[in-house]
């Protein structure tokens, strides 16, 4: 679980990300979602501690998150996984060296051990005869299941992933959406997911917080956002034509 | 003032780089790599300026000299002294600062806008320390370098001078010889150690804390090409005036 409260955000003197408190759970894919410049990406690098926050607090699992104790955030680093929007894979490391790199930097296993596990991973995010392949060599969705595989590597409690199918045509989307879910109740992760995609909302939002212009102005669950009254929501939720039909087909259904 | 912000910071990059150490069996890697990239990878570069360089400071000095009342060692002693004291330790690091400048800056920049840094520091490594430490050590086998610059550039220049008929081997070598201080040499190697420094640091910080996307890596190279080159001919200023002066 990770708990924030009043977290805000400026940059020069321009106010980003303002007063948000919530919790994020354990076993459960967490949404932020908003617009583009909505202001998920910093709030999502102020919980990491890749941006200094202004003022509020975090805390992961009752543990206060402090950028300052350096062997406590060490510690704390090493249970977190990020999957960047980008990917941020290593492009000079193939497929394999960039799924191993954190176990070759932080584990004290043997080296056979290493290539064992990362192999469990490999297979776990489906991904095949890849090893010796660079980045540049993969589609983006294969790019996407590599991060994956590099931010579960050290078997983290914390997993963060930036728009994760952003790029992606939206097969794959729902395939990386889907793996992330699986893999965060299989291994009980808290895990919490910057998306604008209305697909990745019903799909895998067991949490959803909307931010707009920085703030949190709503939160709840796939289900309830169907149905709120609230005007922003619905132009957010509604501005594809697909989602516009699904109401009045509910609509007249009731 | 801007400068002083950088000027600050650069040397926070500095100290920051040598704290929080990777394990050390993935920086020897990193290191032997970057021996590969920026020392070997450059040196057909330095052989080839050099010796051609060499060529034209003997003939230079030869056709702006050409008096019977001068000795004939003065090419090879000439050709010596700019090739040790200015040629292969400054020009050379400038014509470095934008290869292998540029190639810092490009890949460290590229690091930065692809999100890989944020990576490296998500993980909890000092991404400074990873990236910057392997290349200044490395780098410290720049001097070796330098001195490959030296040796070709007065062979070029014993070359030229000898087979354009401008001097004999003989008074070439007497030239070389002359009035031979080992402080020079000294001068021209802390020299080439701190330019190495310099080459290792100012276009890691410009790759470092850019921002932007591909079009300001270019750009981001274009000005630590310029910084590189402006600091390293005031340290050059400064120090020969501290040590020949
Ligand atoms: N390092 C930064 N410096 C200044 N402004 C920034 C920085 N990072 C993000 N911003 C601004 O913060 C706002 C929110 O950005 P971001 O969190 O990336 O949005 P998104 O919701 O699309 O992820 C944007 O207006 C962006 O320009
Ligand atoms: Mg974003």
């Known amino acids: 679980m990770i708990e924030i409260n009043n977290i805000a955000k400026s940059f020069d003197n321009h106010k980003i990300i303002e007063d948000i408190s919530t919790t994020f759970d354990k076993g459960k894919t967490n949404l932020i979602i908003g617009q583009s410049g909505s202001g998920k990406t910093v709030l999502m690098k102020c919980m990491l501690g890749l941006l200094d926050i202004d003022e509020g607090e975090i805390y992961f699992d009752d543990e206060k998150f402090n950028k300052k104790n350096i062997s406590k955030l060490a510690n704390l680093r090493k249970q977190m996984g990020m999957v960047f929007q980008g990917s941020a894979l290593f492009d000079s490391m193939s497929v394999l060296d960039n799924i191993i790199f954190p176990l070759r930097m932080f584990s004290n296993k043997s080296n056979t051990e290493m290539i064992e596990r990362t192999k469990e991973v490999i297979r776990r995010v489906d991904l095949k005869d890849v090893d010796n392949k660079f980045p540049s060599e993969l589609s983006g969705g294969m790019r996407k299941r590599v991060a994956i595989a590099r931010a579960i590597v050290l078997n983290p409690k914390y997993l963060f992933c930036d728009e994760p199918n952003s790029g992606l045509d939206p097969k794959t989307a729902i395939i990386i959406d889907k793996l992330i879910k699986e893999i965060t109740i299989e291994y009980n992760i808290t895990t919490i997911i910057n998306t604008h995609d209305m697909n990745s909302v019903m799909e895998i939002g067991d949490k959803i917080i909307f931010l707009v212009e920085g703030r949190k102005i709503w939160e709840g669950n796939n289900k309830e956002i169907l149905n709120t009254d609230d005007k922003l929501i619905n132009d957010f939720v509604y501005s594809s034509e697909l989602f516009k039909k699904v109401k009045l087909y509910q609509k007249n259904k009731n | ?245």
């Not at chain 2, 990193?30 to 590969?36: A, C, K, N, P, S």
């Not at chain 2, 909890?124 to 490959?148: A, D, H, Q, R, V």
């Open chain 2, 1 to 245: 003032m801007r400068l002083f912000f950088h000027i600050g910071r650069y040397f926070l990059m500095i100290k920051s780089t040598f704290t929080k150490f990777t394990k050390w069996s993935v920086l020897q890697k990193l290191i032997f790599q970057e021996i590969d990239d920026l020392i070997i990878g450059s040196i057909w570069i330095v052989a080839f300026m050099s010796f051609l360089v060499g060529g034209v400071v003997a003939i230079q000095t030869a056709l702006n000299i050409e008096s019977p009342f001068l000795p004939g060692n003065l090419i090879g002693f000439a050709t010596r002294q700019s090739v040790i004291l200015e040629f292969a330790p400054t020009l050379i690091s400038i014509i470095m600062a934008g290869k292998v400048g540029s190639f810092i800056t490009s890949s460290i920049g590229t690091m930065r806008v692809t999100e890989q840094i944020d990576a490296l520091e998500v993980m909890g490594i000092n991404s400074l320390n990873y990236l910057i430490f392997p290349k200044i050590i490395s780098l410290m086998l720049y001097p070796f370098l330098i001195t490959l610059a030296m040796f070709l550039g007065i062979l070029g220049g014993y070359i030229a001078s000898v087979y354009a008929g401008f001097s004999t081997s003989f008074d070439f070598i007497q030239g070389i010889q002359l009035d031979f201080k080992v402080f020079h040499v000294v001068y021209a190697y802390i020299k080439t150690t701190l330019f190495a420094f310099i080459l290792a640091t100012i276009p890691s910080y410009h790759g470092f804390f850019m921002k932007g996307g591909a079009l300001e890596v270019g750009k981001a190279s274009n000005v630590s090409f310029v910084w590189t080159s402006i600091v390293i001919i005031i340290i050059n200023f400064v120090i020969t005036q501290l040590l020949l002066a």
